[in-house]
Nanobody
Framework: VQLQASGGGLVQAGGSLRLSCTASGRAFSRYGTGWFRQAPGQEREFVAVISWNGSTTLYSDSVKGRSTISRDNAKNTVYLQINSLKPEDTAVYYC??????????????????WGQGTQVTVSS
């Protein structure tokens, strides 16, 4: 599966962004999809994940309560809405599809297809 992430940009602290991840290829609707982020000099970290049918969502503590992950399988797209953005949210955001169908995890190693990333920069 090929993934295309978009929606990043420069935003002031307190603002909001909606990231999109559009997939092409295999049966996207059978796979959990997640968002990860990587700041300069840091490891790629988990942000949020949604199950194949949207019934289950998980968030990292760093974005919990101010983020919403959702999906539209008819459009092969997963979204990540982040509100109340903070400078520490600055990173390249990547979407990824789980290696196995009908499974949801937060472990980066369990995701096999990655998009190219979209830059999010939050100014203070």
């Amino acid at each position: 599966v090929q993934l295309q992430a978009s929606g990043g940009g420069l935003v002031q602290a307190g603002g909001s962004l909606r990231l999109s991840c559009t997939a092409s290829g295999r049966a996207f609707s059978r796979y959990g999809t997640g968002w990860f982020r990587q700041a300069p000099g840091q490891e790629r970290e988990f942000v949020a994940v949604i199950s194949w049918n949207g019934s289950t969502t998980l968030y990292s503590d760093s974005v919990k309560g101010r983020s919403t992950i959702s999906r539209d399988n008819a459009k092969n797209t997963v979204y990540l809405q982040i509100n109340s953005l903070k400078p520490e949210d600055t990173a390249v955001y990547y979407c990824a599809v789980h290696r196995r169908a009908l499974v949801i995890t937060t472990n980066r190693a369990d995701f096999g297809s990655w998009g190219q990333g979209t830059q999010v920069t939050v100014s203070s």
